[in-house]
């Protein structure tokens, strides 16, 4: 469901694009499995949308991205693959206490992308990384409005507001659903939480016209759900995506 922050975002700057979204409800979370396993769901999951006739996809998961965005580039050379970073960069610009939160699942923090983008832009800031462990799961179970997910986020972002942190990057897209939870968590401090979502839209407006994919304008757009898991899941996923439950 993570992905769905990515699709509402892709969706508000390219009106006339169709989407074809797919959600593996079946195999989540990715965060905790051992990375090879994670560079076969993910090339299933391109296999899928290839046969269906995508011509631009979206790794819309910072976990696959980190695990499997090389492995796709160099197996799909033919089509345009934007993965997820880490927006440690936007940041640590704006920061001005010189202390960055960055939230994510387990796997996307051992990820060389990580430890490239924090090195890079983070060498005079101290930057507090955490896993989000169960944030994924309250998304999952719809449970992110309870105040048993303004506790569980509380618990992990503490320490960072603690130790001063004033930006507080969103490094899982399961993560802007917790928004409101979050904010909650964070009453009395002045924290901005990032959101990569509308930069990733962007990058797939320039990648369409960069290889002439872009669709005419006015073109009647057709947005479609797909998923490993069953019509349930479908239809949680069609709910979401159209904001409502």
Same mark, same amino acid.
């Given at each position: ?28 979370? @990715? ?26 996809? !979206?790794?819309?998961? &910072? ?8 492995? $796709?580039?160099?197996? @799909?050379?033919?089509?345009?693959? !934007? ?37 890079? @832009? ?46 507080? !990057? ?7 659903? $917790? ?9 009395? @401090? ?20 960069? &290889? ?34």
């Amino acid at each position: 469901m993570g992905g769905l922050t990515i699709y509402r975002a892709v969706r508000r700057a390219l009106p006339d694009e169709s989407i074809l979204y797919l959600g593996d409800g079946k195999n989540c979370p @990715y965060g905790e499995r051992p990375v090879e396993e994670i560079r076969q769901l993910s090339e299933a999951a391109v296999e899928l949308l290839l046969q269906r006739g995508c011509k631009l996809i !979206v790794v819309a998961c &910072n976990t696959a991205t980190a695990a499997a965005i090389d492995t $796709l580039r160099a197996k @799909y050379p033919h089509i345009p693959i !934007v993965g997820m970073e880490p927006a440690v960069k936007p940041a640590c610009l704006r920061t001005k206490s010189r202390v960055v939160g960055v939230l994510a699942t387990e796997r996307s923090l051992d990820g060389d992308l990580f430890r490239r983008t924090a090195a890079r @832009y983070g060498a005079d800031i101290e930057v507090i990384a955490a896993a989000g462990r169960g944030f994924v799961e309250l998304v999952e179970s719809d449970q992110e409005q309870t105040e048993e997910a303004v506790e569980r986020v509380r618990t992990v972002i503490r320490p960072m507001l603690e130790r001063g942190a004033d930006q507080i !990057v969103l490094g899982c897209t399961h993560y802007p659903f $917790l928004l409101d939870a979050l904010k909650k968590a964070a009453t009395g @401090y002045a924290v901005e939480f990032v959101d990569p979502s509308d930069a990733v839209a962007r990058r797939v407006g320039q990648l369409l016209d960069e &290889n002439n994919l872009r669709a005419d304008a006015g073109h009647r757009a057709q947005d479609e759900i797909e998923t490993f898991a069953g019509e349930a899941y479908r239809g949680l996923l069609a709910r979401k995506a159209a904001g409502t439950k």
